[in-house]
C-alpha cells in the first residue's frame, strides 16, 4: 500500500510524492545470488542498472508498516529509491538525502521530520520545546552542522568499475586476451584504473572544498533554567534558546523572541545590505515562517549589530540540511539530472553501426569460411568487431570537454558547479533577465520630490521612514534609503535610543518600525515630533493610493508619466496618530493614509547592458526580463537595454480582483474587459491578433491560471495553480502542463509566448514564468542577482548569478564581476562544447569503423594487426588527439545558431558516412593494387589468393604486405578525420589556434610519411617495406590514394557544411 507524502518546505527541490512500504525478501535475494553467479554476474548488473527491476524483482510490498524492511519512494520527477527502515527510540523512519521521513498516524502520510513549529501558536512550542531530551534530539534531528558526505574509495571505486561502458571495457579486453593481443588491453585497462581514481582526487577534493565552505565553526552560548551555558555550535539542537551576539555567524534557522538585531545576509541573498530584525511581535499569534522572515535569521547570516539594552534570545528553529543554506548544499550534492536525449540518440546511433557492422560480416563469411579459419577466430572476430563499434572510453571524453569548459570559464570570472550545464548551455534559445541589479545597477539617484509645495510633508517622510544604521561611521543599509536620506539632507542621530531625527526645525524620535513587505508593497514608521504621532509610510504608488482616504488620480497619473521613462517612483503617504494607536497592528495602521507625493529616482543600467542584450538579441535569441517592479517602469528599462524596440508600443496587461476585470493599457490608453461580459474571450482574442508587444503583470498571470484550468508539473498539486481536471497534456522533458481544451487557455499560450516583459511577480511566479516557457520546448537561461531570483535559477535549463555567495549554488555559474558579459561567456563554452561532444562522438565512430573494414581485408589474407599496431591504432594515436579536441576553446562572437546535437538528423548521419565512404574508398583501392602487384605468395599472379595461404587456418599472421598497407592507410585516415570533422565556425576556435591539436596532428603526419617513404621507417611498428614486394615506388602510390581519397573527403565535406551545415538557427 502507498501512502502519500505531506511536503514541507525544508525539502526544497527534493520533493517526494509517495511512499511504499516494502520488504527485502530473503528468498528473492538468495535466488539473486545464484542467478548472478551461474550468469558470471550479469544478473547482478542488471539489477544495479535497472533501479525498477531492482525493486520489483527483491521487494514485495507491505499491508502492515509494521513488517517492512525498506521503503520504495518516489519523486515528484517520477524517480524511483529504495531506502533502508531505520529506528530511533523504536519508532521507525528513513532517510532521503540527508532528511529523515517518518509516518505520522493522524493523518496516514509521510512527513519529514523537523521541529514542531509550524502553524502552531508561538507561545505553544515554546513552552513545548523541551518535550524530547537533548539527545533525542540530536538522533532525530542530527547535529547543527552540514556534513558533506563523501563515499569511500571502495564503494566509489565499485561504482565506477562496474558501469555499463566498463563492464564494456572488460569485455573488450576479454577478447583481445583471447586473441592473444596483451599491449593493448593491459594499457586500456592501466587507463581506465587512472581515470576512476584521477576522478576519485577531482571528487574528494570538490566535497572537502564544499565542506570548507559548509563549516562554521563556533562556540555559542544557549539559556537553559535561567543559566547560561556555553557549548559548541554544532551541538545546537532545535528548541535551544540561543543567545545573539554582535559578529557571530549563525549556523542555524531561528526566530527572534527578545531583543533585535541587524544582519547581513550577503551569504543567502548576495546583496550585502544590513536588515534590521526584530523579535516575534505577538506571541499569542500563529507561526509562519514565510511571513515572519523579518523576524527570523538564517543560517549563514552576520550578527552586525544588536541591542545591548536587553537580552537578544532566538530560538532554534532548523539545523543541519533542514536550514535554509542546508537546502543550497543538498541542491549541490544531488543536481537535478541532466537531460539525456543526445546521449540517449547516441547509443541508438552506435546500435545503427553495430548492426551495419553485423551484416557486412556476415556478407563476408562466404569469403572467410572456404579459408578454413579456425571458428574460435571467426567467433572472436565478430565479437572484437562489435565492440569497437562501441568505444568504451567516449563518456571520459566528454566529461574532459566540459570539465575544460568549466575551466575556462573560472578563468574568466564565471565560476561553475555543475559540469553537465556547460551542454546546456550550447542549447539554449531563451535568456530571461531580472530587472535590478541585473539589467541595473543596484544604485539609486533622487531626480525630484513632487508635487514642491508639499515640501514639509514630504520631507518628514523621506527623512524619517527607513531603517538605516551606521556602523564605524558608516551609513549602512537599502541603496535606495540612503539616497532618499542623502537627496532630503536630514540629520540621524543613531548613537540615540530610541533613535532621533532632526529636520524641518525639528526632532523626531522613531517609535517603531514596519519592515518592508513583499505582500504590501510597503514600509512604514511611527514618529513623534513631541507634540503629536504619526505613521509615515512609502510603497508603489498603486498600492499607497489603494489605501488612502482620497484617491489622487492627479499622482497616478504623475508616476505614470515618470515611469514610462524609466524611473523608479515611490508613493509617500502619512497619517496622525493618538497615543492609544501606536501599539495597534500593523493591518490597522496602514489604513486611511493621506497620499501627499512621490519621490523619483533614477536606477540607471549597467554600462555593458544595452550592448550584450544587443549581441544576444543579434544571434536570434528570445529575450525576456522578469522582474517584481512596475509594469511601466519595467517596460522603460526593457526598451532602454534593447529587449523591446523603443519606438514600439508595448500594452500591458493587468487584472482587478476586486472587480474581476481585465485592464489593457498602452500608455495612457486603457481598456477595461469585464470577465462577465459574455464576450470577453473574443475581445482579447482581437486584441492579441494586433503586433504590439505585451507586457503582463503577476496578478494577471495568476488570474491566466485560474481562468485556463491549468496544472503545472506532473503530481504534485501543492505547487500548482489551477485546477487539476484537464482533457489535454503538452508534455515537455521538463513539465508537464495539463489545460482545459477551452480557448481561454490556448489564448493564455498565446500570451506568453508573446510577452517580452513580466512585471510585479512574485518569486514563485518567476519560477512558474519559467516553467511555462520550457513547456513549450524552449531551453531556457535565467539570470538573477537576488535571493528571490533563487528558484527561477534552479528551475532553468541554465542559471546565472552574480553573487558568490551561499545562494549563488542554486546557479550552475556564478560570475565574480556584475557584467551581464558573463551570460555571454556561458553561452560561448556551451556552443563549443557541445560541438566539441559531437565531434567526439562522430570520430570515435568514423576511426573505430574504418578500422573494422581495414582488418576485414587484412583477414583476406589470414593477417591481422600486431600488438602494437592495435596498440597504436586505438591508444597511442587517438587518446592524446581526442584529448587535445577536448580542449578547443570558443569563437570570439557568438553564433546566430546552435549546434545540431540530433544524431539523427541528415547532416550528422552524412557527416559520418562522408569520411567512412572515402575512407573506405582509399582502403579498398590500396587492397587492389596491393593484391595486382605483389609476388609474396607462392602461386601465380593470378591464382586466387584462397589457394596460396594453408590451410586450416589456426593463428593469423601478424606481418604481410597488406597489413602494413592498411595500418599506414589508418595512419594518415586518423588525422585527417580529425581535421574534416572539426568545425570551427561558427562556434569554435580554428583548428590552427589549437596548438596542442595541431602539433599532435602534424607528428600523426610526419610518422606516416617517414613510415611510407623510408625503407626501414616503419620499423617502430614491425611494418614491411611495401616496394620489396611489388615494385620500387609502389609506396608512393599508396601514399597517392590515401592523400586523394582525403582531398575528395575535404571537398564532399565542404559542400555538406554548406548546404546541410551542422548548425541549427535559433528559432521558436
Known sequence: MSYPVKNSDIEGQHILYQVTPVQLSKIRLLLAVVFSICSAFIFALALRYSRKFYNAFLFTQCQDESVATHYQIETVSGEQFVCAKKFIDNKPHFIFRMLKYRFNEQIKSYEPIEFDAKEKVISEFLQSRNTLSRELKIQYFGTCQLKIPIESIFIYSLHAFTGPFNILQYFAVAIWFAEKTVLQPVLILIFTVLTVYLNYFL??????????????????????????????????????????????????????????????????????????????????????LEKMSQHCLFEGTKLIQVNNTQENIAIVLRTGFTSLRGQYFRNVLFPEPPSMRFYIQAAKFILEIAFIIAVVYGFLLIEY??????????????????????????????????????????????????????????????????????????????????????????????????????LNGQLLGDPLEIEMLNFVGWQCNFHNNPVTIEGNGKIYTI?????????????????????????????????????????????????????????????????????????????????????????????????????IITTLKETGLDIKVISGDNPLTTIQCAKLAGIVNQDNEITFL?????????????????????????????????????????????KFLEYMFNKGNFLIESKNSQNSFGKQQSKEKIFTEINQIDIDDGSFAQIAISIIKKTKVFARQKPEQKKLIIQIIQSFGRQVLM????????????????????????????????????SLDCVVKVLLQGKAATMTIIEVFQYQISVNTLKF??????????????????????????????????????????????????????????????????????????????QAVRDVHTCKIDEPIINCIPKPIDELKKSGDIQSVMFMSLMFFFMTFAINLYISNPFKQRYFRNYLLLLWTLLGFIL?????????????????NVNDNAFQGYNWIMIAVVVIASLLGFITQAILQKYLPSKKKIEF
Open 203 to 288: 571528487y574528494v577534493r570538490s566535497r572537502r572544498r564544499l565542506q570548507q565552505l559548509a563549516n562554521i565553526h563556533q562556540d555559542v552560548t544557549i539559556k537553559e533554567a535561567d543559566q547560561f551555558k556555553l557549548i559548541n555550535g554544532a551541538d545546537l539542537v532545535p528548541g535551544d534558546l540561543l543567545i545573539l551576539k554582535e559578529n557571530q555567524t549563525l549556523n542555524c534557522d531561528c526566530a527572534i523572541i527578545s531583543g533585535d538585531v541587524i544582519v547581513n545576509e550577503a551569504t543567502l541573498t548576495g546583496e550585502g545590505i544590513p536588515i534590521p530584525k526584530s523579535a516575534l511581535p505577538n506571541q499569542n499569534s500563529i507561526f509562519e
Open 369 to 470: 569460411i572456404p579459408m578454413e579459419f579456425k571458428s574460435s577466430i571467426l567467433v572472436l572476430r565478430f565479437l572484437d568487431n562489435i565492440v569497437w563499434s562501441i568505444p568504451p572510453s567516449m563518456p571520459i571524453f566528454f566529461q574532459i570537454c566540459k570539465t575544460a569548459s568549466l575551466v575556462r570559464l573560472e578563468a574568466k570570472g564565471v565560476i561553475g558547479n555543475n559540469a553537465d550545464k556547460v551542454e546546456s548551455a550550447g542549447r539554449i534559445d531563451t535568456c530571461c533577465f531580472d530587472k535590478t541589479g541585473t539589467l541595473t545597477t543596484l544604485g539609486f539617484k533622487a531626480i525630484k520630490a513632487f508635487p514642491e509645495e508639499e515640501k514639509p510633508i514630504l520631507d518628514a517622510i523621506m527623512g524619517c521612514c527607513h531603517h538605516l544604521i551606521k
Open 511 to 611: 517609535h517603531k518600525i514596519f519592515d518592508f513587505s513583499s505582500q504590501k508593497s510597503m514600509m512604514s514608521v511611527i514618529v513623534t515630533d513631541g507634540s503629536k504621532y504619526y505613521l509615515y509610510a512609502k510603497g508603489s504608488p498603486e498600492s499607497i493610493n489603494s489605501i488612502s482616504i482620497k484617491k489622487r488620480d492627479d499622482l497616478i497619473e504623475e508616476f505614470n508619466l515618470n515611469a514610462i521613462k524609466g524611473y523608479r517612483v515611490l508613493g509617500l503617504a502619512y497619517k496622525e496618530l493618538q497615543q492609544n494607536q501606536i501599539d495597534q497592528q500593523r493591518e490597522q495602521l496602514e489604513q486611511q493614509l493621506n497620499f501627499v507625493g512621490l519621490l523619483v529616482m533614477e536606477n540607471p543600467l549597467k554600462s555593458d547592458t544595452f550592448d
Open 654 to 698: 493587468d487584472y482587478n480582483q476586486s472587480n474581476q476585470e481585465i485592464i489593457l493599457q498602452c500608455n495612457n490608453n486603457q481598456q477595461i474587459i469585464k470577465e462577465s461580459q459574455p464576450n470577453s474571450i473574443q475581445e482579447l482574442e482581437q486584441f492579441l491578433s494586433t503586433q504590439q508587444e505585451l507586457a503582463l503583470t503577476g
Open 783 to 818: 539570470c538573477g542577482d537576488g535571493a528571490n531570483d533563487c528558484s527561477a535559477i534552479s528551475q532553468a535549463q541554465v542559471g546565472i548569478s552574480f553573487s558568490e555567495a551561499d545562494a549563488s549554488y542554486t546557479a550552475p555559474f556564478s560570475s565574480k564581476s556584475t
Open 853 to 930: 573494414i581495414a582488418v576485414l581485408f587484412t583477414f583476406l589474407e589470414a593477417e591481422t594487426f600486431a600488438d602494437f599496431q592495435f596498440t597504436y591504432t586505438s591508444i597511442i594515436s587517438n587518446i592524446p588527439l581526442l584529448i587535445f579536441l577536448c580542449l578547443s576553446g570558443p569563437c570570439d562572437t557568438l553564433a546566430k545558431y546552435n549546434p545540431l546535437d540530433d544524431q539523427f538528423a541528415i547532416y550528422n548521419q552524412i557527416q559520418i558516412y562522408n569520411n567512412l565512404i572515402w575512407g573506405a574508398a582509399g582502403l579498398i583501392v590500396n587492397f587492389f593494387i596491393s
Open 1008 to 1024: 606516416f610519411f617517414v613510415s611510407a617513404i623510408f625503407p626501414k621507417g616503419g620499423k617502430w611498428a614491425k611494418l614491411i
